[in-house]
């Protein structure tokens, strides 16, 4: 029944990872843009859900609905803005830049909401599911569910719309879709803006379940290339794959080795991603 009940943990766990990477993997896969802000705007996300909450009452379920369109304006403008200008350099500037924004986020959020830890307490609290003896935090799950459900959406997004195809388009080869007449330009910034509202939400359900504190950025970070190496780069399947794999991984690594050494097993298990099958585990030519 332990077993049982860490494998149900790891899936729960596994489906928020999910939305956490799903962005920052089609933002490298897209634009080849390692975009080392991504755990900085999960935590703006968290905050921001966190002060609609505590200010206003709002759900974070509810304030999705605003953070969502929000973060995509904020990551379309910072990308057409700022990345847009180097976007075609060297990887390790564009690497730089985004360290740089990242290092000025993180001082605007110690500057405004301080170094303490805090804490999204759902007020009622939805109570825990229990199945067979198994128990399952009612807002986890749901958590769970709705990021599952954004990542599908975004996948039939891609897969089916327009701008779903310029996006593959430009992935696939940039100066055959400018010959094509693809706008290059606006896809780039479309591409970051989804990565950013995917990160925005993710912090918006992830403030129910982590303490929230500005620093914390670079764990979703790492957690964030993990799952991209599992799954395979620019793949949301394989995101949604490689981020179960990782809740599971975690899940009993703090069992077998202790809730310390959950991070260091997932590293381990990144190494050894990347020396047997470094393309991941969905991973393919072409845009998923």
């Known amino acids: 029944m332990l077993y049982l009940q860490v494998i149900l943990n790891g899936l729960v766990l596994g489906g928020i990872y999910a939305c956490i990477a799903v962005g920052f993997s089609l933002v490298w896969g897209v634009l080849n843009v390692i975009n080392i802000m991504h755990g900085s705007l999960i935590v703006l996300g968290s905050y921001v859900a966190y002060t609609a909450h505590a200010a206003f009452g709002i759900s974070p379920f509810v304030s999705i609905l605003f953070i969502a369109p929000a973060f995509f304006l904020l990551g379309y403008l910072i990308e057409l803005v700022l990345i847009n200008r180097i976007v075609t350099a060297p990887?390790?500037?564009?690497?730089?830049?985004?360290?740089?924004?990242d290092l000025i986020l993180i001082n605007g959020m110690l500057v405004g909401f301080s170094a303490d830890f805090k804490r999204l307490t759902l007020d009622p609290p939805l109570g825990t599911l229990s199945v067979g003896g198994l128990a399952l935090p009612v807002?986890?799950?749901?958590?769970?569910?709705?990021a599952i459900a954004l990542t599908g959406l975004l996948y039939l997004i891609l897969s089916r719309?327009?701008?779903?195809?310029?996006?593959s388009a430009v992935r696939m080869d940039r100066e055959a879709a400018m010959l094509m007449?693809?706008?290059?330009?606006?896809?780039?910034?479309?591409?970051?803006g989804f990565g950013t509202m995917m990160a925005g939400v993710a912090g918006a359900l992830l403030a129910m379940i982590f303490p929230i504190y500005p620093l914390l950025g670079y764990t979703y970070l790492g957690k964030a290339f993990v799952i991209c190496v599992l799954g395979g780069?620019?793949?949301?399947?394989?995101?949604?794959l490689g981020g179960i794999v990782l809740g599971e991984v975690e899940s009993f690594g703090a069992i077998w080795f202790g809730p310390e050494h959950a991070v260091t097993v997932s590293f381990a298990l990144l190494i050894l991603v990347l020396l047997f099958r470094p393309e991941g585990l969905l991973g393919r030519k072409g845009f998923a």
């Open 161 to 167: 719309s327009r701008i779903g195809r310029a996006i």
């Open 139 to 146: 807002d986890r799950l749901v958590a769970m569910v709705l």
């Open 181 to 192: 007449g693809v706008n290059v330009n606006h896809v780039n910034s479309v591409t970051f």
């Open 233 to 240: 780069l620019g793949s949301i399947p394989g995101a949604l």
């Open 91 to 101: 990887v390790l500037l564009t690497l730089t830049l985004t360290f740089g924004l």
